[in-house]
T-cell receptor, first 116, second 110 residues
């Protein structure tokens, strides 16, 4: 299957700092990438949809100025959590699709963010 | 009504048991259907896509009933390694995000 990588896998930072998370599709070109967030014992919640070369589309309630998304190429999307606070601590997961017939999406291994 | 609903479980079964998970979705325009598996503190991994005619992959059988907006997953001969959370996932057009159920937790014991 398709491979999606995420970096870093774990981040611990102080409140007020910014954290950048990278999502890469390694063996396919991703027309669309998605960013999800998952709190403990909760389902994945979509944060934003990212298309290469255009502005990301954010879900209701997700602050676009706080969660900056850049999709510079067909294999790379980045999520920057600006001025992180403890309530931003969560598991951030990206997924990517090449837009095939069944729209299968493949997930990165996730980034566990802890803000102290 | 939630977009994708699943029984959260947990389902506790012995090795070798057969277990079935059900899922309903609210958007009749949904076009693609999947079962993902998520292990604790890991990312979801695609288990199988669900096709209109139903499909089988080894011990796993998935079925789709569009009229009832219902999806099922059957696991035969459960293994200890099947213990995980199983996510029912649907979406609409290609390029749109997946909509996840909250998952059903399965625990297989020896």
């Amino acid at each position: 299957g398709a491979v999606v990588s995420q970096h870093p896998s774990r981040v611990i930072c102080k409140s007020g700092t910014s954290v950048k998370i990278e999502c890469r599709s390694l063996d396919f070109q991703a027309t669309t990438m998605f960013w999800y967030r998952q709190f403990p014992k909760q389902s994945l919640m979509l944060m934003a949809t990212s298309n290469e070369g255009s502005k990301a589309t954010y879900e209701q309630g997700v602050e676009k100025d706080k969660f900056l998304i850049n999709h510079a190429s067909l294999t790379l999307s980045t999520l920057t959590v600006t001025s992180a606070h403890p309530e931003d601590s969560s598991f951030y997961i990206c997924s990517a699709t090449s837009g095939g017939q069944y729209n299968e999406q493949f997930f990165g291994p996730g980034t566990r963010l802890t803000v102290l | 009504r939630k977009e994708v609903e699943q029984d959260p479980g947990p389902f506790n079964v012995p090795e070798g048991a057969t277990v079935a998970f059900n899922c309903t979705y609210s958007n009749s325009a949904s076009q693609s259907f999947f079962w993902y598996r998520q292990d604790c503190r890991k990312e979801p991994k695609l288990l199988m896509s669900v096709y209109s005619s139903g499909n089988e992959d080894g011990r796993f059988t998935a079925q789709l009933n569009r009229a009832s907006q219902y999806i099922s997953l059957l696991i035969r001969d459960s293994k200890l390694s099947d213990s995980a959370t199983y996510l029912c996932v649907v979406n609409g057009q290609a390029g749109t995000a997946l909509i996840f159920g909250k998952g059903t937790t399965l625990s297989v014991s020896s």
